[in-house]
């Protein structure tokens, strides 16, 4: 699931338009991805967003908070999810399968955001989510704050990491070489 949530935006660019790039490519990667159910959360106000960039038959949550906490709790009917930020347009989809592996033996997983800072790339939990979980900001938690909160520490995976676009410099890690982030690709080149 990919949650819509306050992006930056690249310089020069309209950043409704960027939010929609990103996000796009999000939910493109996920869609594609085999056995997976794609779905995005967004408070009330990113609803229109949500229904711009979603394939058809795409379920879109509302939220009442931007947290992948409240994503997880308003899913009900799957064992298993995962939260995923929506400015990773180059998202490979095998970290999105690295995120959600440890399901099987961990109740929680965290995908740290590349560069050490705070900030996650995505969390998967089973579902229902664990009482001890807390709310989880993607771009302020890191993955000490929610093993410091399970009753064991190794409760909590801690997968591999991916780099967000939250800021100008960031732009200088899209690997122009790499498949996928059309949308965000094409706004950079100048193409509407």
Not at 26 to 53: H, I, M, S
Not at 139 to 161: E, H, I, M, N
């Amino acid at each position: 699931m990919s949650q819509l949530q306050h992006l930056l935006s690249a310089p020069g660019i309209d950043p409704g338009r960027w939010r929609a790039a990103l996000a796009e490519d999000v939910v493109d990667l996920l869609a594609t991805l085999q056995e997976v159910e794609t779905a995005v959360a967004v408070t009330p106000a990113d609803r229109a967003l949500a229904e711009a960039v979603v394939w058809p038959g795409t379920a879109v949550h509302e939220v009442p908070v931007p947290t992948a906490t409240a994503v997880l709790a308003a899913l009900t009917g799957y064992d298993q999810a995962a939260v995923v930020a929506a400015d990773a347009p180059d998202l490979p989809g095998l970290t999105v399968g690295k995120l959600l592996r440890p399901l099987t033996t961990r109740p929680v997983a965290v995908a740290p955001a590349e560069g050490g800072g705070p900030g996650l790339l995505g969390v998967a939990s089973r579902l229902p989510v664990p009482d001890w979980l807390p709310e989880i900001d993607l771009d302020a938690a890191l993955p000490a704050d929610l093993r410091r909160a399970a009753p064991r520490p190794g409760d909590v995976a801690v997968t591999a990491a991916w780099r967000r676009l939250r800021g100008p410099a960031d732009l200088a890690t899209l690997d122009p070489a790499v498949e996928g982030w059309d949308a965000t690709r094409a706004l950079l080149s100048g193409h509407p």
